[in-house]
């Protein structure tokens, strides 16, 4: 696989996959948000990305373009992240989603309480307004 951090001027190429996929594209270049883009030798895989700064981190925009869901993909791209997370020195990251909750499980993510977020993930965007309150929050440690 190959990642390729995104620039800003690329983000659009994301906002199609994303919006397929009813995922938020609203706050996609507001600074402290970090975008990957994903491939193969057959070509584009998808899309994710990092948000926040320091230890805790949000994973964001998590998506298997269509032509390539059911292959195993979203595993391989959330592992790729989750290195990067590493690199970049997160030691636990959060999501909220609305309909991946048991994909998320699989890979070793654990549902929490909101109450129990760390300020700055609690102050996101994402957590504040972009996601329901009804959404799944679930962490993981790195």
Same mark, same amino acid.
């Given at each position: 696989m190959v990642v390729t951090m995104l620039r800003s001027g690329d983000l659009a190429e994301m906002a199609g996959?994303?919006?397929?996929a009813k995922l938020p594209i609203a706050d996609l270049s507001e600074p402290g948000r970090t975008f990957f883009r994903f491939d193969d030798?057959?070509?584009l895989i998808g899309y994710g990305g990092l948000e926040g700064?320091?230890?805790d981190r949000l994973l964001r925009s998590v998506v298997?373009?269509?032509?390539?869901?059911g292959r195993g993909i979203g595993g391989a791209i959330i592992a790729a992240l989750e290195q990067q997370?590493?690199?970049?020195?997160v030691g636990h990251l959060h999501l909220l989603t609305t309909t991946a909750a048991s994909f998320f499980r699989s890979l070793?993510?654990?549902? /929490? =309480?909101? &109450?129990?977020?760390?300020?700055?993930? +609690? /102050? =996101?965007? &994402?957590?504040?307004?972009?996601?329901? +309150?009804s959404a799944a929050y679930l962490v993981k440690a790195l």
């Open positions: 996959p994303l919006t397929a030798a057959e070509g700064e320091g230890a298997v373009v269509t032509n390539r869901i997370a590493r690199e970049f020195g070793g993510f654990a549902d /929490a =309480s909101r &109450e129990s977020a760390p300020a700055t993930i +609690a /102050a =996101s965007h &994402e957590f504040t307004a972009l996601c329901p +309150a």
